[in-house]
């Protein structure tokens, strides 16, 4: 799944560290969802939508085959 979660970070000028701390995740666990390695549980996904207040739809898409 690809996402646009680097980008929208970026644009808060948020470290991955400080959006680890705001959802309550480890770092690892952002650089993993950044890089496509890990796709988010659910609740990660809905917290993620409103910290970047989004839908999930927007935050993340289906790899094209």
Do not use: H
């Not at 560290?17 to 549980?41: C, F, H, N």
């Amino acid at each position: 799944m690809q996402n646009s979660l680097a980008q929208r970070r970026q644009g808060l000028g948020w470290s991955q560290q400080q959006l680890a701390d705001e959802l309550g995740v480890s770092r690892q666990t952002i650089i993993s969802i950044e890089k496509g390695r890990y796709d988010p549980s659910l609740p990660v996904a809905f917290r993620l939508a409103a910290v970047f207040e989004c839908a999930i739809e927007e935050l993340f898409t289906p790899e094209s085959s």
